[in-house]
């Protein structure tokens, strides 16, 4: 099992970026497919970039294309979103996710690890 913890969260105007971070508390972390999920008031969960376990292979959903890039270091057992152009639409808490496959997949239930969330405010 995997613990996952997200941080980098916090208030930005329109058009600048965050950094967020995903840190698992185990080694094994390394064979995990991670994904990020964000969800706003009153929407449901939905995906935002997913990366395979030796990062070959990378979604992301057509609302972040070409704002947002994920990556990972397994080193250092983190996944990151670099979150760039940021709207005030991407104002949501983002959420980490691991699933123990090499499979990538976009959905919520598809992934059985979940962090606490961190929250991404964008301001007009």
């Known amino acids: 099992q995997v613990q996952l913890v997200e941080s980098g969260g916090g208030l930005v105007q329109a058009g600048g970026s965050l950094r967020l971070t995903c840190a698992a508390t185990?080694?094994?972390?390394?064979?995990?497919?991670i994904g990020w999920f964000r969800q706003a008031p009153g929407k449901e969960r939905e995906f935002v970039a997913a990366?395979?376990?030796?990062?070959?292979?990378?979604y992301y959903a057509d609302s972040v294309k070409g704002r947002f890039a994920i990556s990972r270091d397994n080193y250092k057992n983190t996944v990151y979103l670099q979150m760039n152009s940021l709207k005030p639409e991407d104002t949501a808490v983002y959420y980490c996710?691991?699933?123990?496959?090499?499979?990538?997949?976009?959905?919520?239930?598809?992934?059985?690890?979940w962090g606490q969330g961190t929250q991404v405010t964008v301001s007009s």
């Open positions: 185990r080694r094994i972390f390394s064979v995990y497919t």
């Open positions: 990366i395979n376990w030796d990062g070959t292979t990378i």
């Open positions: 996710a691991g699933r123990n496959s090499i499979a990538v997949r976009t959905t919520p239930a598809e992934y059985g690890y």
